[in-house]
């Protein structure tokens, strides 16, 4: 008897706090997601490194020997020199002199990257004044960016999704939902060949250094908008048509982050996925919206009314691919 009360109130417990419950579980899963990465990395990544500083130690070594007129701290105030100019995108190598950072096509591409918050890193201001002016510019043009993002999105994905999914939703009579799964994928399949696959095709044909796995990786690190920086188009040596292909480049990106969020937003759109997100949400407190209710008088006739009518609206918000028209109106112009 006892057993069977506490595990009842055990199970009440769970209940009550069901979405702190998930939540903890979220951190933990996350946290657990980091150091997963964490250990992969470091154990596929470090005797590479290790390879990689002993090779270098050596052609150091061998470098001294053959030069015995120049001393290791010369050397290395000039290899101190030359990295911190590579790492504001300026080379010393006689193969990559005939590129510039800031001409107008490279600058449009920065700007690009900064506004996209990909940032790869390979260019950056080198003056007091740039930097300030980039502080200024990204302030302002990223909240910027975001807003013409989301206004793009919310267009296109009433023709690209929702539209679709309510035809064949109400002239098949397929279920919506059914309808709304199959379309995601074929949506996310029709994306990842349209702006990645065949563009790695592209771009492993364009730049000599490069595979169809680093033209993939550099498709996924930009369209993700991580942008780490190690692959970078254009920037070759004697690279042709080199200011006509970095403003391809700046459109690919542009038009690529897009459809990602237009992949994202469908999926987001799901039923399956609302109720998944809404285990790690705080549930509203009933007493206290009847609290607020009765403070602000919401009890005549006319509030009721408007109530009910907000209260729908919510309702038809949530639910995946609504479409605020009439069945009527959506059956006529379905059938123009």
Not at 205 to 210: I, Q
Request: hydrophobic share 45%.
């Amino acid at each position: 008897m006892l057993q069977s009360l506490a595990g009842s109130s055990c199970v009440r417990l769970v209940e009550q706090h069901r979405s702190a419950w998930c939540f903890a579980l979220l951190v933990l899963g996350y946290l657990l997601y980091l150091v997963f990465g964490a250990v992969v990395f470091s154990s596929v990544e470090l005797p590479y490194e290790d390879l990689l500083r002993q090779e270098l130690g050596k052609l150091k070594q061998r470098f001294l020997e053959e030069h015995a007129c120049l001393s290791e701290q010369q050397l290395e105030q000039f290899l101190m020199r030359v990295l911190e100019a590579s790492n504001y995108g300026v080379s010393v190598l006689s193969n990559a002199s005939g590129n510039w950072n800031w001409d107008f096509t490279s600058s449009l591409f920065f700007a690009s990257t900064v506004l996209s918050t990909t940032g790869y890193g390979h260019t950056v201001p080198l003056s007091d004044g740039g930097k300030a002016f980039c502080i200024i510019y990204s302030v302002i043009g990223i909240p910027f960016t975001l807003l013409f993002l989301t206004a793009v999105v919310q267009r296109i994905i009433v023709y690209v999704t929702r539209r679709p999914v309510l035809y064949f939703h109400i002239r098949w009579g397929f279920s919506k939902q059914v309808v709304a799964i199959i379309h995601a994928v074929v949506l996310g399949f029709i994306t990842v060949s349209c702006f990645f696959l065949i563009p790695a095709a592209i771009f492993s044909v364009l730049e000599d250094d490069w595979n169809f796995l680093e033209s993939f990786y550099f498709c996924f690190i930009s369209l993700s908008t991580i942008g780490l920086g190690d692959y970078v188009p254009g920037e070759g040596y004697n690279q042709k048509f080199r200011e006509l292909y970095k403003i391809g480049i700046t459109c690919y990106l542009l038009m690529g982050l897009i459809a990602m969020l237009v992949v994202l937003e469908t999926f987001c759109e799901l039923h399956e996925l609302k109720k998944f997100r809404k285990l790690f949400y705080v549930k509203k407190d009933k007493e206290e919206d009847q609290v607020h209710i009765m403070e602000h008088d919401q009890l005549s006739f006319s509030s009721i009314s408007d109530q009910a009518a907000s209260m729908k609206d919510d309702q038809k918000a949530n639910e995946p691919f609504v479409n605020s028209q009439s069945p009527t109106s959506n059956d006529s112009s379905l059938n123009n």
